[in-house]
């Protein structure tokens, strides 16, 4: 008798462990699924949603773990995804295309927002002489670094304006302080970033606004449609082997987008850590205010959008030059997540 319950119980530790080796069970009540998220610049407006998530509860209400990581830019986020550091990057659209021409399968499960939410900076003392892109030759324009988002779409407003690649010099400014600096020690003319650094240029006079992507009107001025930017894009296989947890992420992702829409800018603001506002709540309170329109509100892809970063990414990109027909974009997205939370 002694011997069958021994048996009894092996088998019984037997089974639970077979439970535990799938890999969505880990998001059940005892113990919810762990994800790491990189954020390429947590405290940046365009990539709010990420902390909001955090601080509304949502995560946690869906019964999933998350950690919340940062690097300074996309370029830097996507690299700690492929070295698999990470489950998952808050992170521009565009990686996803950029990175399956060298053979990765990234795809963007919640699509945050259809427009940059980027704007061109130029310095206070030279907006009289830099009025268009055309103007752009024999500046030096700042960007978050080499072949990222901010890199590409500089060109693309350089070429639009009428320039070639020598024309201009693009200067690796990050963003922030570092941005802030370069602009007022001449290390920049002009520049893409985003809130609250835009905000605290323009507050002080520091700089001021030649094209805004932070509106679909703005955005599609500027880039000629819409350009789908900031996501939450994860590897392909690890999505399909984890569907339960993808679903939780979603759901939560969505709530949040609904709750953004449904709140106003100074309640939004209060939602977020106090450090965001760096000793100002007033001047984070104006960053919110100009660029929260650009999120959708139910985190899908726009397929129009999504054919407009191909054809930016074709001309700029190197990776992607040249191999614009050999991107398959169905595998650089889907809406099958965020089209399955529930209704609220």
Not at 252 to 265: E, N, Q, S
Not at 275 to 294: C, F, H, P, R, W
Request: contains cysteine; neutral net charge.
């Amino acid at each position: 008798m002694r011997k069958l319950v021994a048996l009894v119980c092996c088998a019984g530790l037997v089974l639970a462990g077979c439970r535990g080796t799938s890999p969505d069970k880990a998001g059940s009540a005892e113990a919810p699924v762990q994800v790491k998220i990189m954020v390429g610049g947590i405290d940046k407006v365009i990539y709010l949603p990420a902390k909001l998530t955090e601080q509304l509860g949502y995560f946690k209400a869906e019964g999933i773990d998350v950690q919340l990581l940062t690097e300074p830019s996309g370029a830097s986020a996507e690299n700690v995804l492929i070295a698999g550091d990470v489950q998952g990057v808050i992170g521009f659209y565009d990686h996803t295309i950029d990175l399956q021409t060298k053979g990765k399968c990234i795809t963007s499960v919640v699509q945050l927002s259809d427009v940059p939410g980027e704007v061109e900076i130029v310095a206070a003392g030279k907006a009289d002489q830099i009025k268009s892109p055309a103007d752009f030759k024999g500046r030096k324009l700042g960007i978050t670094s080499s072949g990222s988002s901010t890199d590409f779409l500089t060109q693309y407003l350089a070429t639009k304006g009428g320039l070639q690649n020598g024309d201009y010099t693009t200067v690796k400014a990050g963003a922030g302080q570092t941005f802030i600096a370069a602009i007022d020690n001449g290390g920049i003319d002009a520049g893409m970033t985003t809130d609250p650094t835009a905000a605290q240029l323009t507050t002080t006079g520091k700089g001021k606004v030649l094209l805004d992507m932070r509106t679909e009107a703005g955005t599609r001025a500027a880039l000629g449609g819409l350009y789908p930017a900031s996501s939450l894009y994860m590897d392909c296989a690890w999505v399909q082997s984890h569907r339960e947890a993808v679903q939780k992420l979603a759901n939560a992702f969505v709530k949040t987008l609904r709750w953004i829409k449904a709140h106003k800018p100074d309640e939004i603001a209060a939602k977020m850590p106090a450090e965001y506002s760096a000793g100002n709540a007033q001047l984070y309170v104006k960053a919110v205010t100009d660029s929260i329109g650009m999120f959708n509100g139910d985190g899908v892809m726009k397929e129009e959008g999504a054919k407009n970063v191909l054809e930016v990414l074709s001309q700029f990109s190197p990776n992607v030059k040249g191999k614009k027909d050999q991107v398959d974009l169905s595998k650089t997205y889907t809406t099958e997540f965020v089209s399955k939370v529930a209704a609220g």
